[in-house]
């Protein structure tokens, strides 16, 4: 349904056009954002995105284009990402110059709802840029993102440099892989760009209940790039890992409660694939379960672990495993503290490694200092 008959019903009278729509989260359910989302957008938005220290005036900056649907929920996700100083809708790859909303819309101008982001590679390369976009579209959706239909909520990535196109390239034939059907992400030279009328500038921002498709709280949760930490070979594991170490995560064991390394630990840091390094869990979301063994509310990022059916033993449980090492880490229940979402990741100390607050530069994971920080409490 066009944006008027969103405007008109919910958020009241204002100039221009408006739409209605529900959400497509990769990898998640369909329809409109869940209470918890909506939630986490509202809170989102009480925060000022002048709170960003970077000064950007003083750094170089590149650009890049980005299509994902509604450019409202873009917009807003992208310049609340760090390392990215501004974010700008507009109307990007069409048949015609310096279209207008209406030229989408009803003029089958061709155009992409399109933003332009500039960042600072110095703080985010094009790669991290990119891994926040594919976290918040359907890559194998044609022509939609949620419920928002037609050729203007295509995806695309649009580029101004030559030398962005094999970064983008390799990009989305890794990202193939993960799926079964082709990826509909266009990557393209920009042909032109022409920014939207003001009123759908920050349009969130001005209209905190406005219509929005995505979780923008994803844009605060760190990017863990899985080609930084390949598979080992099962060679390499059993000479570097002890027994314990291998059986657990290579053979499904579990170590002892109440006697393994991590279970009671309270330092500040992060925990890291054993196998891999690749960064799991945070000390900021570790709690005292009682069960003997680490308990964590969340991964440090929701996409770095996978998760699958185990019917062994006689029980029905939902085993966790490591992303790109496809290490054993243990199990998630629903019993966990409701305040922080109710899960219990209950997860082995052999499949893990600790790297304290003061050793993270050190071993190269200065870029999650800052999450490790914010999140103490």
Same mark, same amino acid.
């Given at each position: 349904?066009?944006?008027?008959?969103?405007?008109?019903?919910?958020?009241?009278?204002?100039?221009?056009?408006?739409?209605?729509?529900?959400?497509?989260?990769?990898?998640?359910?369909?329809?409109?954002?869940? !209470?918890?989302?909506?939630?986490?957008?509202?809170?989102?938005?009480?925060?000022?995105?002048?709170?960003?220290?970077?000064?950007?005036?003083?750094?170089?900056?590149?650009?890049?284009?980005?299509?994902?649907?509604?450019?409202?929920?873009?917009?807003?996700?992208?310049?609340?990402?760090?390392?990215?100083?501004?974010?700008?809708?507009?109307?990007?790859?069409?048949?015609?110059?310096?279209?207008?909303?209406?030229?989408?819309?009803?003029?089958?101008?061709? $155009?992409?709802?399109?933003? !332009?982001?500039?960042?600072?590679?110095?703080?985010?390369?094009?790669?991290?840029?990119?891994?926040?976009?594919?976290?918040?579209?359907?890559?194998?959706?044609?022509?939609?993102?949620?419920?928002?239909?037609?050729?203007?909520?295509?995806?695309?990535?649009?580029?101004?440099?030559?030398?962005?196109?094999?970064?983008?390239?390799?990009?989305?034939?890794?990202?193939?892989?993960?799926?079964?059907?082709?990826?509909?992400?266009?990557?393209?030279?920009?042909?032109?760009?022409?920014?939207?009328?003001?009123? $759908?500038?920050?349009?969130?921002?001005?209209?905190?209940?406005?219509?929005? $498709?995505?979780?923008?709280?994803?844009?605060?949760?760190? %990017? %863990?790039?899985?080609?930084?930490?390949?598979?080992?070979?099962?060679?390499?594991?059993?000479?570097?890992?002890?027994?314990?170490?291998?059986?657990?995560?290579?053979?499904? #064991?579990?170590?002892?409660?109440?006697?393994?390394?991590?279970?009671?630990? !309270?330092?500040?840091?992060?925990?890291?694939?054993?196998?891999?390094?690749?960064?799991?869990?945070?000390?900021?979301?570790?709690?005292?379960?009682?069960?003997?063994?680490?308990?964590?509310?969340?991964?440090? !990022?929701?996409? %770095?672990?996978?998760?699958?059916? #185990?019917?062994?033993?006689?029980?029905?449980?939902?085993?966790?495993?490591?992303?790109?090492?496809?290490?054993?880490?243990? $199990?998630?229940?629903?019993?966990?503290?409701?305040?922080?979402?109710?899960?219990?990741?209950?997860?082995?100390?052999?499949?893990?490694?600790?790297?304290?607050?003061?050793?993270?530069?050190?071993?190269?994971?200065?870029?999650?200092?800052?999450?490790?920080?914010?999140?103490?409490?």
């Amino acid at each position: 349904m066009k944006r008027i008959i969103f405007t008109l019903i919910v958020v009241g009278i204002i100039i221009g056009l408006g739409y209605l729509g529900g959400s497509t989260m990769y990898g998640e359910k369909k329809g409109k954002l869940s !209470e918890t989302e909506m939630k986490n957008n509202q809170e989102v938005f009480k925060q000022e995105i002048s709170e960003k220290k970077n000064d950007y005036a003083k750094m170089e900056l590149k650009k890049i284009y980005l299509a994902g649907g509604c450019f409202w929920g873009v917009e807003a996700y992208m310049e609340r990402i760090d390392g990215i100083a501004d974010a700008v809708s507009g109307y990007a790859n069409g048949n015609t110059e310096n279209p207008k909303y209406e030229d989408l819309v009803y003029g089958n101008s061709g $155009h992409a709802e399109t933003v !332009e982001v500039s960042y600072a590679p110095d703080i985010i390369t094009l790669r991290e840029v990119l891994l926040y976009y594919f976290r918040i579209i359907d890559p194998i959706s044609i022509n939609q993102q949620g419920n928002d239909k037609g050729i203007q909520y295509r995806t695309g990535i649009y580029y101004e440099n030559e030398e962005d196109k094999a970064i983008i390239e390799s990009f989305l034939k890794e990202e193939q892989k993960k799926y079964k059907d082709k990826i509909a992400v266009e990557a393209l030279p920009l042909q032109q760009f022409t920014k939207a009328e003001e009123y $759908h500038q920050d349009y969130l921002q001005k209209n905190p209940n406005g219509y929005c $498709h995505i979780d923008l709280h994803r844009a605060t949760e760190p %990017v %863990v790039d899985s080609a930084k930490y390949p598979k080992i070979s099962d060679e390499k594991l059993k000479k570097d890992l002890t027994d314990i170490q291998y059986r657990v995560t290579q053979l499904n #064991d579990t170590e002892r409660p109440f006697t393994n390394e991590y279970w009671d630990s !309270e330092e500040v840091g992060i925990y890291v694939d054993i196998t891999t390094g690749e960064p799991l869990f945070a000390s900021a979301d570790k709690f005292q379960s009682g069960c003997g063994w680490p308990s964590f509310s969340k991964p440090i !990022e929701k996409d %770095v672990v996978a998760y699958q059916k #185990d019917e062994s033993h006689g029980m029905d449980r939902t085993e966790v495993r490591s992303r790109t090492g496809n290490a054993h880490l243990g $199990h998630v229940f629903e019993d966990g503290p409701k305040e922080t979402g109710g899960l219990r990741y209950c997860i082995n100390s052999a499949s893990l490694r600790f790297i304290p607050l003061n050793k993270m530069e050190e071993e190269g994971y200065g870029y999650l200092i800052n999450f490790v920080k914010k999140e103490k409490k």
